[in-house]
């Protein structure tokens, strides 16, 4: 069974920063890639970036780029986002998502498995 774990989420100030994690288990990074996305009350869900365990390549979302940051530990099967400069636009779920595959680009639906996400949320 493959289970991913998100946490990190909570209540930031506008401008603050946050590092979410995605615990992997019963899942090897080092041969497949995860991704994160995120979920905005009443809108659908966008792809932010993804990592290749096997090779550290990396994608973001141009809307993503310079705010955002992925990174992984191969050896604790864990995936980090961090996040600057954080927006009241920013607050949404955050999910990952995992796929034995070198690289899976941001369709959700190249992703079969999924963790149950965790809530961010930017206001002052």
């Known amino acids: 069974q493959v289970q991913l774990v998100e946490s990190g989420g909570g209540l930031v100030q506008p401008g603050g920063s946050l590092r979410l994690s995605c615990a992997a288990s019963g899942f090897t990074l080092a041969r497949g890639t995860i991704g994160w996305f995120r979920q905005a009350p009443g809108k659908e869900r966008e792809g932010i970036s993804w990592i290749s365990g096997r090779a550290g390549t990396s994608y973001y979302a141009d809307s993503m780029k310079g705010r955002f940051t992925i990174s992984r530990d191969n050896a604790q099967n864990t995936v980090y986002l961090q996040m600057n400069s954080l927006k009241p636009e920013d607050t949404a779920v955050y999910s990952c998502?995992?796929?034995?595959?070198?690289?899976?680009?941001?369709?959700?639906?190249?992703?079969?498995?999924w963790g149950q996400g965790t809530q961010v949320t930017v206001s002052s």
């Open positions: 998502a995992a796929v034995y595959a070198v690289a899976a680009g941001l369709n959700p639906r190249n992703y079969p498995y």
